[in-house]
């Protein structure tokens, strides 16, 4: 299969979830597109080592992806639709730094299968439970001491910029609390806490310190990744990773580049009069550019990378555990959303036969993980017919799984309440998820095997790197150039709609700037 269309299929399969994402939201969302378009990239990158780390590289790719979803950005998108020329500048500039930070914790995660032994990949389930009970011990403190109502955090003692931090602090309490009990440190508990104190010096050194607030009163989570994605280029210089360095900096450049286009891409079209949901395509659009940087940083390591080995083989069970959690876990925390909506929309009663609809929702859940741990025991001893002999046959089955799970699980959100503006939103996403069934199929086996290169011919990192950076930093300058000028060439001052008219500067400005103290609300 040519190149161009490899790179099609992975930047659908990231559109998308991108798309579906749109209507579940924030962290759990984002956990699907960076899941599709990993294991579309290694399905069709011809490494059939890579095809044997299949569930690893999708559920690094999910965590990855998750944490830009912390980040506010709807503000920044309105400053685009001001019609306020400097306000329309610093939106496309934010939008470029927001969705290069997005893609660059995204990619950089993406990456680490490619290059870690089996042990220092397989190190991270244990940090991460570790993190996971950390987190909900202190929902359930949270929950008993702070008893607020979610959809008022402003009222939280805790609230602090509408940020994360309590989250990130729950990072150190993990990673710290599980080196204590074992007693000893490893790779991949360092890369945790590199990340998580990098987001306490962005936020403390940009927002506390020096005032900045890219769109008050909407959170500053963005001072946070920029600490994150520096912590992470730390770790990997360190761990002598600077592959993953170079991933996340293409990621990265292209995410920003997308966003901003992404928009300008929906602002063109707001100029046909066509009545339908803009901002959906306006994430598709991003989704399907972000798919782009995903494809072209895995395929150019597919042919230039040595080959990852399984060798000492440990952790047997750490493949079916991540195979898993991606199938059932993301399916779970997006769609466990949907009995909300049904019963909102009066689909569904909210309590059946004693028990709340969600309990039901959740019961048959526990019942599917029970029936995956069966089956998982049952084929490690004498194997399933239905299980394929080869890893690229069952990386096909995981995506296919994950993928159709997901769409069908969208529609049923929607489908209560459809009207024809949705068909831009789940007509686009069905059309691409068959087109992707298609190219996953036919593309990757078909696909040549790459042949990697003699691990002797050392890559040149630092003249990569810094080619990157260069051709990045002129991208950045030139995009967003380009699309304050054709929008301000468009509506001139005039404000097109399709969001508040929020103006970030001059003697109309209207967004608050009052920077509140710990614990206080927005303006």
């Known amino acids: 299969m040519s190149f161009p269309l490899r790179v099609l299929w992975v930047a659908l399969s990231l559109s998308i979830g991108w798309g579906i994402r749109g209507n579940f939201g924030h962290e759990i969302g984002a956990l699907l597109p960076g899941a599709l378009a990993a294991m579309a990239a290694v399905l069709l990158s011809g490494r059939t080592d890579w095809h044997r780390r299949l569930p690893f590289f999708a559920l690094a790719g999910a965590l990855g992806w998750s944490i830009g979803g912390c980040m506010s950005y709807m503000q920044v998108i309105a400053y685009t639709h001001s019609g306020h020329s400097l306000t329309q500048a610093y939106g496309f500039a934010c939008l470029f730094v927001l969705g290069f930070l997005w893609a660059a914790i995204g990619g950089a995660t993406t990456a680490l299968p490619a290059f870690l032994d089996r042990r220092r990949l397989t190190?991270?389930?244990?940090?991460?439970?570790?993190?996971?009970?950390?987190?909900?011990l202190e929902e359930i403190m949270v929950a008993i001491w702070f008893n607020v109502n979610a959809d008022y955090r402003q009222e939280s003692p805790l609230y602090w910029y509408d940020t994360s931090w309590l989250e990130t602090a729950g990072v150190f309490v993990g990673v710290l609390g599980l080196a204590a009990l074992r007693r000893r440190w490893d790779s991949a508990s360092s890369l945790l806490l590199h990340g998580a104190v990098g987001w306490w010096l962005g936020f403390l050194i940009l927002v506390v310190g020096l005032g900045l607030r890219m769109t008050p009163p909407r959170g500053d989570n963005w001072a946070g990744c920029i600490g994150t994605v520096i912590g992470i280029w730390v770790w990997?210089?360190?761990q002598g990773l600077p592959g993953v360095t170079f991933v996340s900096l293409l990621t990265g450049l292209i995410g920003g580049f997308g966003f901003a286009t992404a928009t300008l891409i929906k602002l063109t079209g707001m100029t046909t009069g066509w009545e339908t949901n803009w901002h959906s395509i306006l994430e598709q659009s991003y989704g399907l550019i972000n798919g782009v940087g995903i494809a072209v940083a895995l395929f150019w390591l597919a042919r230039r990378i040595p080959r990852v080995t399984e060798e000492p083989a440990l952790r047997p069970w750490a493949d079916p555990l991540a195979a898993g959690l991606v199938v059932l876990?993301?399916?779970?925390?997006?769609?466990?959303?949907?009995?909300p909506v049904w019963i909102q929309t009066k689909s569904v009663l909210p309590v059946l036969l004693g028990l709340s609809t969600q309990t039901w929702f959740d019961l048959a859940y526990l019942l599917l993980a029970l029936a995956f741990v069966v089956l998982v025991i049952r084929h490690r001893r004498q194997p399933l017919a239905l299980v394929p002999s080869t890893w690229l046959g069952c990386g096909q089955w995981l995506y296919l799984t994950?993928?159709?799970w997901m769409v069908v699980g969208n529609f049923e959100r929607a489908v209560v309440s459809f009207a024809p503006q949705r068909l831009v939103t789940e007509g686009v996403i069905h059309l691409n998820a068959v087109l992707c069934t298609l190219g996953i199929l036919l593309g990757a086996s078909a696909n040549t095997p790459f042949v990697p290169s003699d691990p002797s011919s050392a890559i040149p990192w630092s003249?990569?790197?810094?080619?990157?950076?260069?051709?990045?930093?002129?991208?950045?300058?030139?995009s967003v150039a380009a699309d304050w000028a054709a929008v301000r060439a468009i509506y001139g001052d005039r404000f097109p709609g399709q969001a508040r008219k929020h103006i970030r500067f001059g003697p109309n400005a209207n967004a608050p700037t009052a920077k509140p103290a710990p614990g206080q609300p927005h303006p």
């Open 236 to 238: 990997s210089w360190r």
């Open 329 to 339: 876990g993301i399916t779970f925390f997006n769609l466990r959303q949907n009995p």
């Open 402 to 404: 994950l993928l159709w």
């Open 463 to 478: 003249r990569v790197l810094r080619r990157t950076a260069i051709f990045g930093t002129t991208l950045m300058l030139l």
């Open 123 to 136: 190190d991270f389930f244990a940090p991460l439970g570790a993190v996971l009970v950390a987190w909900i």
